[in-house]
Nanobody
Framework: QEKLVESGGGLVQPGGSLSLSCAASTSIIRLNPMDWYRQAPGKQRELVARITPDGSTNYADSVKGRFTISRDNAKNMVYLQMNSLKPEDTAVYSC??????WGQGTQVTVSS
């Protein structure tokens, strides 16, 4: 069953910002490391950011200093704040959690 749903994608100009949300249907999310992945056309899926249950984070080098992953366990939510967006950030962004699987993805397009 679908347990993760992403939202917040859209079209933004280079240098702009978007905030993505991942909503879980179960509170088990509080026990899991949660990831944001992205996949651009013609490219492999890559891990963008990860956050542990206690809030420790890791980022791909390509997004360090620009993206911030966060979580609100009380709301069963994970977020990805994306600033200073570049055309290279264009991709479908998906959240993933162990025992939860994948969300359906949300399209982010960065273009002038």
């Amino acid at each position: 069953q679908e347990k993760l749903v992403e939202s917040g994608g859209g079209l933004v100009q280079p240098g702009g910002s978007l905030s993505l949300s991942c909503a879980a249907s179960t509170s088990i999310i509080r026990l899991n490391p949660m990831d944001w992945y992205r996949q651009a056309p013609g490219k492999q899926r890559e891990l963008v950011a990860r956050i542990t249950p206690d809030g420790s984070t890791n980022y791909a080098d390509s997004v360090k200093g620009r993206f911030t992953i966060s979580r609100d366990n009380a709301k069963n939510m994970v977020y990805l704040q994306m600033n200073s967006l570049k055309p290279e950030d264009t991709a479908v962004y998906s959240c993933y959690g162990h025992f939860l699987g994948w969300g359906q993805g949300t399209q982010v397009t960065v273009s002038s």
